[in-house]
């Protein structure tokens, strides 16, 4: 689907840049066969408990939905779980739920996944469930039509009624990226959303929901036989589909700075998104800025609240993302955003003037070994701990294969954050975290942008 990137060459560079993993860590187990008709499935046993997590991911998501169909990917998410002409709608969540499961979905820039977890006898009936909606899907109208109101109240609960909406990851990205497959609002327009069409539909599934453009992962209480037995018999007889090229949205970094200024109806405090683009996945960038973000907006203990929220008192709270994924999940452009809740009494520009401070202070000196080492400790942690659940398992190996080609990706990582230097983190600093390569947005309440005779009425009017 994308790219075709030489994945050996990659993971040769990795492997000259960043030591192997100390030999007292845990090896997650990851078993990989390919199908005939090129669907990809691992097997990660584990016999700990009588359970099984279960994940399919398709290399399919927001930047690859056509033009003037914004959200389609979502709204295509929400349409897999309304039934086949042999499982119409209601027997998944009977099948799973029923026994004592549960399962879910999300849509992503680079990938679409579906995950159930469940006790190990119900396996058969996910694996069943699973391959019959890759073949087909129960087209109807009024299906479409139900799921095109079922999101559009989703943007309205979520985006249009919440205080800040979606700005720090749906406006943010609008704003940083050049190429549309990249900035455009993947919750989607409620005019393109009712465009969608049942041919639409026909075709999404068609070109993106075939076995050699998905990855199958099975966690939890079965063998790597029983599990590629099982994914023959289930899904080996569904052909395999051309799949469309995709566009070119590769971008470099950003050369200016770009700014925008948001009014908000509903905020009581203004708020700040300042976000960067990143390292591209796979280089060897990619291992210190997960340290670098961790350093600087990784809670509590970071610089930016340390400086900002704890120091200085400027800001209310700081938080950050990667995208809509994680520091490892993403196959394109994607970027580092920080957002912030502040004070009044300050502005966007001071917050963004102490953010570039505690920047600078990096680039300059470093990080100390002792906080390099409490940095990776809870980068670690935190692999090693979403790794603990069935679920997140198989999910996480799924996306690994998805976007790197490779899920034992899932064993090298932990060695690439070991293998980061206080060096490794100025030269990221240095080259990604620049006012150049930065875009920010400044959403205020309505108020603070009202005229003085406008806010001094809207206040009074506001008092019971």
């Known amino acids: 689907m994308y790219k075709k990137h030489s994945f050996s ?9 960043f030591s192997a993993q100390a030999a007292d860590s845990w090896q997650v187990p990851v078993h990989s066969k390919q199908l005939p008709n090129g669907l ?26 056509p033009k003037d169909r914004t959200g389609f990917a979502h709204l295509f998410e929400h349409l897999m779980f309304q039934g086949t002409p042999t499982a119409p709608k209601g027997v998944f969540d009977k099948v799973i739920t029923g026994g004592g499961g549960n399962n879910n979905g999300s ?3 680079d990938f679409t996944n579906y995950i159930e ?19 087909t ?7 479409l039509k139900n799921q095109q109101d079922v999101v559009k109240e989703e943007i309205r609960v979520n985006v249009q009624n919440q205080p800040y909406g979606g700005f720090m990851w749906i406006d943010i990205g609008g704003l940083a990226f050049e190429k549309w497959e990249n900035n455009h609002d993947g919750y989607g327009s409620f005019k393109d959303l009712e465009n969608a069409s049942l041919d639409d539909v026909r075709a999404f599934h068609r070109d993106y929901y075939g076995p050699n453009n998905a990855v199958l992962a099975i966690s939890g209480d079965i063998t ?3 599990g590629f037995a099982l994914a023959q018999q289930y899904f080996g007889a569904i052909p395999k589909r051309p799949t469309p090229a995709p566009s070119d949205f590769s971008e470099g970094l950003n050369t200016a700075e770009k700014r925008l200024q948001q009014s908000d109806k509903l905020a009581q405090v203004p708020a700040i998104a300042a976000a960067w683009k990143m390292p591209a996945r796979a280089s060897r960038d990619q291992p210190a800025f997960a340290v670098l973000g961790e350093l600087l907006a990784g809670g509590d203990a970071s610089r930016f609240y340390q400086g900002l929220v704890k120091g200085r008192e400027l ?20 970027i580092f955003t920080v957002f912030a809740l502040y004070k009044p009494t300050t502005t966007a520009d001071v917050l963004l003037a102490a953010m570039d401070e505690e920047i600078a202070k990096v680039v300059k000196n470093g990080v100390d070994d002792a906080t390099l080492k409490r940095i990776k400790t809870r980068l670690l942690a935190d692999w090693y701990n ?12 799924a996306k690994l294969q998805t976007l790197w080609g490779d899920a034992n990706v899932v064993n090298q990582i932990p060695g690439w954050i070991e293998a980061v230097t206080s060096a490794d983190v100025q030269r990221v600093a240095k080259t990604y975290l620049t006012v150049a390569n930065r875009s920010v947005i400044d959403r205020k309440p309505v108020a603070m942008l009202a005229p003085p005779a406008e806010a001094a009425s809207a206040a009074t009017a506001a008092k019971p």
Do not use: C, Q
């Open 40 to 65: 990809t499935v691992l097997v990660s046993p584990d016999h700990s408990s009588p359970t099984v997590g279960v994940s399919v991911v398709y290399k399919v998501g927001m930047r690859l939905e």
């Open 107 to 109: 849509t992503r820039a």
């Open 117 to 135: 977890t469940a006790p190990a006898s119900a396996l058969e009936s996910i694996l069943w469930l699973e391959a019959d909606r890759m073949k």
């Open 9 to 17: 060459l990659l993971f040769a560079g990795l492997a000259l840049s």
């Open 315 to 334: 800001a209310l709270n700081v938080e950050s993302l990667y995208g809509l994924t994680s520091v490892w999940e993403y196959d394109g452009p994607t």
């Open 224 to 226: 790597p036989a029983k």
């Open 137 to 143: 899907l129960d087209f109807n109208a009024a299906t």
């Open 386 to 397: 979403g790794l603990e659940s069935f679920l997140s398992r198989a999910d996480t190996l």
